[in-house]
């Protein structure tokens, strides 16, 4: 736990919005079941009767321990809180069994070793018992049981792992990927910051694609405290060194470039440079370092940079990580050659009229380049030209490709061969009269011969066109 403690972020961070589920716990603990005639009817056993309500009338934490030690040689505290949530019926008592159940770990960590030694009894683990509880129809149910597995994967020394594991990570993946009819979304943020601070949970988490469901929650509409803590799930995560090294791959960098640029909240601010600087810290290889720090670059972070500067964090972490970045990002737009810039601008796929595109000499020089590994950035412009649907990414990538074709020699075989010249075609008939007349530009050049007489014919077309434009 003491790399999470870096940065000084606090913990209790998790717990202080107050969630859905903790409104809605506060009632629940207020309907308490009448356990007498459960008893009565012999829908409940004397043991379990027992011990519910005894625990219920304790007054105080200590008495609540003895209640518990005297329940636990025998597992029976254990066996006692599986039967009440598997046996009494109505949705109304599972939740205050459940708020019961949490409120029991939450008090004390130490106790989830209860569960874990009387599962360990029955050649079980304390997880597979309460797993089937998350297909419940009712979502308070779900998600306090998915908040007392979080805690039972946590607080212990026992680690969830293998089926259980992923079985439980699909489940948290599932209720991001529902956000808009999730409204226990804090709940899940808050179980997946509990179990990433954990390296032995991080690499199950990446290899069920979970990054990629935590930018797409991201890239969506979240408040902030939402996106405060779905962004310290990616910063637990860049803790680990092969997984920050994939950061850059994973869109990661991108999607939290975006929020930095608009976020006002400082500590979505601090979480977010965190990251940053954890991702540039924790990766030695030069190339990768240099995407990552490039796509900072790219999501206007310098800019942003400068804004903070300029104000004042009381925070000295957030200076410190001012300065680090600052530092970082202004060397690595040094140490870059036009091409570099150029490619790593493909290969996010948000093309701008960046100086490059319009610059002869850049074509003149590193149109060849295209060709390197198998026409990658040749095959990412033909892409983005059947994919996208901005306007101005359409215009950047037709000019490209034609700049392409005019500068190198055998560049209309190799577009042909990808399908690039129907992209284009199929561009003529674009609503937007920009991304027409680039295609049309891309056309020409695709058909064409005699460059020279084409370069003028193409300027005169231009003046003319563009005034139509505008």
């Known amino acids: 736990m003491a790399e999470v403690a870096h940065h000084n972020i606090?913990?209790?961070?998790?717990?202080?919005?107050?969630?859905?589920?903790q409104l809605e716990a506060a009632e629940v603990r207020s309907n308490k079941p009448n356990w007498g005639s459960y008893f009565r009817s012999q829908m409940i056993q004397q043991d379990d009767y027992t011990l519910v309500t005894s625990y219920e009338n304790a007054k105080s934490k200590e008495e609540r321990d003895q209640v518990i030690a005297a329940n636990d040689a025998n597992g029976q505290l254990a066996k006692t809180m599986a039967n009440l949530i598997t046996q009494v019926a109505k949705d109304q008592n599972v939740r205050y069994v459940l708020t019961l159940f949490d409120d029991m770990l939450q008090e004390d960590k130490s106790r989830v070793e209860i569960f874990h030694r009387a599962a360990h009894r029955q050649k079980r683990t304390a997880f597979s018992q309460y797993l089937g509880i998350l297909q419940r129809q009712?979502?308070?149910i779900v998600n306090q049981m998915s908040s007392i597995i979080a805690k039972l994967a946590c607080f212990g020394s026992t680690r969830m792992e293998g089926q259980d594991l992923q079985y439980y990570f699909s489940f948290l993946k599932e209720q991001l990927k529902n956000s808009t009819t999730n409204d226990y979304m804090n709940t899940t943020a808050r179980c997946l910051q509990m179990m990433l601070r954990h390296d032995d949970y991080r690499h199950e988490f990446v290899n069920a694609e979970g990054v990629q469901t935590l930018v797409h929650a991201l890239n969506g509409k979240t408040n902030f405290q939402l996106q405060y803590q779905l962004i310290f799930a990616v910063w637990c995560l860049t803790f680990n060194t092969d997984i920050a090294k994939r950061a850059p791959?994973?869109?990661?960098?991108?999607?939290l470039g975006d929020i930095l640029s608009e976020s006002t909240k400082e500590k979505v601010i601090r979480i977010i440079l965190a990251t940053f600087v954890n991702i540039l810290n924790k990766v030695e290889e030069r190339e990768i370092k240099r995407e990552a720090a490039l796509q900072m670059v790219q999501c206007k972070t310098l800019k942003t940079l400068e804004l903070m500067d300029a104000k004042k964090y009381d925070d000295p972490d957030v200076e410190e990580d001012v300065k680090f970045l600052t530092e970082e990002l202004t060397l690595s737009v040094h140490d870059l050659s036009s091409y570099d810039e150029?490619?790593?601008?493909?290969?996010s796929g948000r093309l701008q009229w960046s100086p490059v595109h319009k610059s002869e000499k850049f074509w003149r020089e590193n149109a060849s380049k295209f060709n390197d590994k198998q026409f990658e950035v040749v095959k990412i412009l033909i892409k983005l030209l059947e994919s996208s649907h901005d306007p101005l990414i359409l215009c950047v990538a037709a000019h490209d490709i034609g700049e392409y074709v005019r500068h190198y020699p055998r560049g209309k075989t190799v577009v042909e061969q990808y399908q690039g010249k129907a992209a284009v075609m199929r561009l003529l008939t674009a609503e937007d009269p920009n991304v027409r007349y680039h295609a049309l530009l891309a056309v020409q050049?695709?058909?064409?011969?005699?460059?020279?007489?084409?370069?003028?014919?193409?300027?005169s077309d231009a003046q003319g066109e563009s005034v139509a434009v505008k």
């Open 342 to 347: 150029y490619y790593s601008e493909v290969r």
């Open 138 to 140: 009712d979502n308070f």
């Open 10 to 21: 606090p913990a209790v961070d998790m717990i202080n919005a107050t969630s859905r589920l």
């Open 445 to 459: 050049k695709l058909m064409v011969h005699n460059w020279e007489y084409l370069g003028k014919q193409l300027d």
């Open 249 to 255: 791959s994973l869109g990661v960098i991108q999607a």
